[in-house]
């Protein structure tokens, strides 16, 4: 079994669509995230999730709306895509604050999404 | 300001032979982890090692280590008898906040191809 899986693992769609990419954990994990790696191979942090509630934003357009119905899941949902938009978006999760471990991150295999 | 700064975009190595990947950091935490994740080509991320700042020594995980140096705020990645399999993106990462009272993410920097050749 994965321990952290998304789907699809390739999106190509036009300029202006909306897409969703899903992500489920197995592992336990109490936080999850959507991470960023643009073409230039640059990872960067864009939500965390904490048991269902969001801990981190950073500066994402609001094109972009995380959904955690529970907190195994963590969805991602853009909308009215742009150009600028294209890149590999990583879900991950980790254990919660308060717990022992060193906080290393769990990723999933990436999608890979291509705006035409 | 960069918080993980890798000054190597890439680096070549032959094969049985060791190299290090340089990392330094900055920040004012003084309870903060550091880690090494490795990407192929095929593109998932791979734990590799981790480094606590208040671990005395250093972190090592079969070929890896980790030449962690508070002072200087470095935490270079050595990986010994390279292998080709070795070839791949390397990132260096920071987690910021206290782990067990605060909110944590992982701050990336930007990464060194490493290409090991026969």
């Known amino acids: 079994d994965t321990a952290v899986s998304q789907t699809p693992k390739y999106l190509v769609t036009q300029m202006g669509n909306d897409k969703s990419i899903k992500c489920e954990q197995n592992?336990?994990?109490?936080?999850m995230y959507w991470y960023k790696q643009d073409s230039k191979k640059f990872l960067k942090i864009m939500f965390s999730?904490?048991?269902?509630?969001?801990?981190i934003n950073e500066t994402v357009p609001n094109r972009f709306s995380p959904k955690s119905p529970d907190k195994a899941h963590l969805n991602l949902h853009i909308n009215s895509l742009e150009l600028g938009d294209s890149a590999v978006y990583f879900c991950?999760?980790?254990?919660?604050?308060?717990?022992?471990?060193?906080?290393?991150?769990?990723f999933g295999e990436g999608s890979r999404l291509t705006v035409l | 300001a960069q918080k993980i700064t890798q000054t190597q975009p890439g680096m070549f190595v032959q094969e049985k032979e060791a190299v290090t990947l340089d990392c330094t950091y900055d920040?004012?935490?003084?309870?903060?982890?550091l880690f090494w994740y490795k990407q192929p080509s095929s593109g998932e991320m791979i734990f590799l090692i981790y480094?606590?700042?208040?671990?005395?020594q250093n972190a090592t995980e079969g070929r890896y280590s980790l030449n962690f140096q508070k002072a200087r705020k470095s935490a270079n990645l050595v990986i010994s008898a390279s292998q080709l399999g070795d070839s791949a993106m390397y990132f260096c990462?920071?987690?910021?906040?206290?782990?067990?009272?605060?909110?944590?993410?992982?701050?990336f920097g930007t990464g060194t191809r490493l290409l090991v050749s026969p």
């Open positions: 991950a999760s980790s254990q919660g604050p308060g717990t022992s471990g060193t906080g290393e991150l769990f």
């Open positions: 592992l336990g994990h109490d936080t």
């Open positions: 480094q606590g700042s208040y671990d005395e």
């Open positions: 990462a920071m987690r910021e906040g206290k782990g067990n009272t605060g909110f944590q993410k992982l701050v």
């Open positions: 999730y904490n048991n269902k509630e969001l801990i």
């Open positions: 920040t004012s935490d003084q309870s903060y982890g």
